[in-house]
Structure formats: structure tokens, C-alpha cells
């Protein structure tokens, strides 16, 4: 059974940082891509940040210099470094993988950046 499951979200002032992370169980995570997500009322789901299971990273233009994804294959968690937050990177968080056709995601957590 395929679990994932996101935490370190919280309320931020706008400049801060946050680290989320997103503890996958279930999958040999080593072999996944993961992604990072986010979603705010009144919003579509937006890609955020990847990381396949080599290693290579891709963000959104929105993100790009300012948010760091990594993986730890070890403790198969993923994580997402966020910096120089801006009040529009208010959202849920949510990382996903694929298994066997399937999108699994997490419960989310969430992240306020205030002004």
C-alpha cells in the first residue's frame, strides 16, 4: 500500500523559509520520480518542483531559484526547501508519485506566507 505523507508546513512571514517533507512508504522509493504540488482556493494544482529517481530536478518558473527539491533514498523521504516566500506561495502542499498507472498522493500540508 502506497502511503505518503507530507509534514513542516506552518505560517511564515513573507522572505522566510520552510523545509517540507514528504515521507513516502510502500514503493522501492528509490526507483520513483516524486513530485511536489501545491493548490490554493480558486487555483488548479500546480507542478511545483520534481525530482526523478536519478536525480535530476525540474521546477516551475514560479519556483525556480528560490525552492530546492532533494530526495533521501535511504529514509525515502523527499524534500522541498522553501525560500524568499512570498505571500503567493500560500497553499496546500502535496507530493505525488506514480505506481503501476496510478497517482498517489499525500494529505498535504499546508503553507501561509503572510506579507
Known amino acids: 500500500q502506497v502511503r505518503l505523507v507530507e509534514s513542516g508546513g506552518g505560517l511564515v512571514q513573507a522572505g522566510g523559509s520552510l523545509r517540507l517533507s514528504c515521507a513516502a512508504s510502500?514503493?522501492?522509493?528509490?526507483?520513483?520520480?516524486m513530485h511536489w504540488f501545491r493548490q490554493s482556493p480558486g487555483n488548479e494544482r500546480e507542478l511545483v518542483a520534481s525530482?526523478?529517481?536519478?536525480?535530476?530536478?525540474t521546477y516551475s518558473d514560479s519556483v525556480k531559484g528560490r525552492f530546492t527539491i532533494s530526495r533521501d533514498n535511504v529514509w525515502n523521504r523527499v524534500y522541498l526547501d522553501m525560500g524568499s516566500l512570498e505571500p503567493e506561495d500560500t497553499a496546500t502542499y502535496l507530493c505525488?508519485?506514480?505506481?503501476?498507472?496510478?497517482?498517489?498522493w499525500g494529505q498535504g500540508t499546508r503553507v501561509t506566507v503572510s506579507a
Open positions: 525530482i526523478s529517481s536519478g536525480g535530476t530536478k
Open positions: 510502500g514503493i522501492n522509493f528509490r526507483l520513483y520520480d
Open positions: 505525488t508519485t506514480r505506481h503501476r498507472g496510478n497517482n498517489y
